[in-house]
């Protein structure tokens, strides 16, 4: 299993982020950075240090394709029904440890499903 460098949007739960931590990925929580930022300044972030962004906002994804922020790194949106956070960590975690790329894609995990999209190349 590859260890991933992941942004952990401030809505994801601290149950997940020690849970990611444990298992090896280095993971920068946004509550333990700025609290508030806008979700364009966390995308920027998350691309000068290299990390997949994990999200449950929807607007990670509008900014990226239909407002045309550049990205290459990646972002993980998860879709989850309501679910204790220590259910949600261990899908998240399994889901991780599956044999797929990351980097470079918009995915969207749920109990059913991973999707993924390339994200859009620079016009």
């Not at 691309?47 to 990226?64: P, Q, S």
């Amino acid at each position: 299993m590859a260890l991933l460098r992941i942004f952990a949007d401030e809505n994801i739960s601290l149950d997940l982020v020690h849970a990611l931590r444990t298992a090896g990925h280095d993971v920068l929580w946004a509550s333990d950075v700025e609290p508030r930022r806008p979700d364009s300044g966390w995308l920027d972030l998350a691309e000068l240090d290299g990390r997949l962004v994990l999200t449950h906002d929807k607007d990670f994804g509008e900014l990226i394709f239909r407002d045309h922020i550049h990205s290459t790194i990646g972002v993980i949106l998860l879709r989850f029904g309501d679910m204790d956070s220590r259910t949600l960590a261990v899908l998240v975690e399994a889901a991780l440890r599956e044999d797929r790329k990351w980097y470079g894609f918009f995915t969207t995990l749920n109990e059913r499903h991973t999707r993924q999209a390339p994200l859009p190349e620079v016009q």
